[in-house]
């Protein structure tokens, strides 16, 4: 059974303004979670409305199912709570599937919070966390996909390198790519603290200081993105998937973490043959939410409306 959730849903009440939610909307939140974000919004929908949670990480879903019963609940691939509340196991980049599936319409309402949960970066045996001394996995959905720690053993330093750069703009790609190939190659590149140790030894020797921000976050941010494909699915997800799903005139919420994220936001909600309107700047968490949880000072909430 999943431990209770430490993760707090950022910019819970933003969202939750900007999806004007309403009782009997049809809302899907791409990524569920731990709920944070989907207990306040069947709240808002009821009576008559329906609730459509999605991961990829079945880890994640089972806790979903925890915050919205109050009971402990094992990983599966499908809840169904009460007659309004639905969880599946994927992404959401796959939201056209699971609806025509499960005999669903098309929605009023889609969040997608792009963030990792505090619960996954905490965790011990999946390496998300440069802090934790797991096996380097970093998969979202474990029943798929290389773990970051073959994929390291198998990748070129050229192919390394471009992850580091694009991914994390990471100014020491090169010299990390070079070292970590080594490693892995050797079988001593298995862990998360292995990797955050190497990347320390790398910095050093070029006389950087670690300063106040490590630099390992780069280097794991790059790494997670590229086993789970993350921009493919958010790209594929935003100008394929999100249109034909939503309802003209319904709405999606998007909250972005790094600018890779944001810049493909911003991007498909210039489309305006899919999307009438969109924000023109993002939101931003306040100051007082900053403080009390200092992850979410990167995040940014973008809103665009359905086109007819």
């Known amino acids: 059974m999943p431990k209770p959730t430490r993760h707090r849903p950022v910019m819970l009440r933003e969202t939750l303004q900007a ?12 990524t569920v979670g731990a709920a944070g974000h989907s207990q306040k919004i069947v709240e808002k929908i009821r009576p008559e409305g329906t609730l459509l949670g999605l991961d990829r990480d079945q ?8 915050t919205l019963t109050g009971e402990p609940h094992a990983p599966s691939a499908r809840y169904q709570i009460g007659d309004d509340v639905l969880l599946r196991h994927a992404p959401h980049s796959e939201l056209e599937a699971v609806l025509q599936d499960e005999g669903l319409p098309l929605v009023d309402r889609i969040l997608v919070d792009l963030g990792l949960s505090s619960d996954q970066l905490e965790s011990e045996e999946r390496g998300f966390g440069f802090r934790t001394e797991g096996l380097l996995d970093m998969r979202f959905d474990k029943t798929t996909g290389q773990p970051v720690a073959d994929w390291l053993a198998d990748a070129s330093i050229a192919e390394i390198t471009t992850v580091l750069s694009e991914y994390g703009e990471e100014p020491l790609a090169g010299q990390l790519a070079e070292e970590m190939s080594s490693r892995a190659r050797r079988g001593s590149l298995r862990t998360a603290d292995q990797l955050r140790e190497l990347i320390e030894e790398v910095y050093q020797k070029q006389g950087h200081r670690l300063g106040n921000s490590h630099p390992a976050t780069r280097t794991f941010q790059a790494l997670r993105i590229a086993v789970n494909a993350e921009l493919e699915h958010v790209q594929r997800f935003l100008t394929e998937v999100a249109p034909a799903c939503l309802k003209t005139g319904g709405l999606l919420a998007v909250i972005s973490f790094h600018s890779l ?4 936001t911003k991007n498909a909600f210039q489309n ?3 999307w009438s309107s969109a924000s023109r700047k993002p939101i931003g968490p306040s100051s007082l939410e900053c403080k009390m949880n200092p992850r979410s000072r990167s995040a940014k909430l973008r809103i665009g409306i359905r086109a007819d």
């Open 59 to 66: 880890e994640m879903l089972a806790r979903a199912a925890e």
């Open 261 to 264: 994220e944001d810049r493909l």
């Open 19 to 30: 999806l004007e939610l309403a009782p009997g909307l049809i809302v899907v939140d791409g």
């Open 272 to 274: 305006r043959d899919l």
